[in-house]
């Protein structure tokens, strides 16, 4: 969800209000615009709902103080914000909801491989057969790409200009990154759903 332009009727100042329900109010359409975004909202997005030389970064700050105790938290990620269940609450949804992984239907050679693509960016699919001992399949790139989680990267400079493959806004927003410095060390994988190292016993389908 991106905010174009603020809406002529929308009073971004509140002048009429003391400042601490002006400041309460802000928040508030803060939250709401980030409860509508199904996507990571900006600086500058949050910032047209709000007055004229307000702090969003204090105003999400006392948000997320807000939602201290609340099944929802405000998230930093791919360089905005969102809201999101907080994580202890994630088996009570997958088991209210029946979600499991259906969101995005990956086996689990598809987390590993785009694991390993993460990690080794920008990688071809020769680079990808060097990790796992094995052609990677057009069909597993073809999910992954179906998805929005991997891009087509710049061209390898080896011979023939293979394509390359890159993580996307998308990848980060799915595992809750702010950016690809938060990828978790190599013995932190398992905790994050991207073990490539399990890549060894799992059958290519």
Known sequence: MAID????????????????LRWREWMRRIEAVL????SPLPREDLARVVGQGASVDLLVEDLAADLEGRAFEVAKVAGGWMLRTRPAYAAAIRTAADLGD????????????????????PITRDG????????ISRDLIGRLHAHGLIG??????????PYTFVTTERFLTVFGMESLQDLPDREGLEDAGLDHHKAESVRVD
């Open 152 to 161: 087509t990267g710049p061209r390898s400079p080896r011979r023939g200009a």
């Open 5 to 20: 332009r603020p809406d002529p009727d929308l009073d971004r100042e509140l002048p009429d209000l003391p400042p601490e």
């Open 128 to 135: 990808l057969k060097d990790i796992f001992g094995k052609e």
């Open 35 to 38: 409860f509508a975004s199904a």
């Open 102 to 121: 259906q969101d995005l239907d990956l086996r689990e050679y598809d987390v590993a491989v785009l694991a390993a693509i993460a990690y080794h960016q």
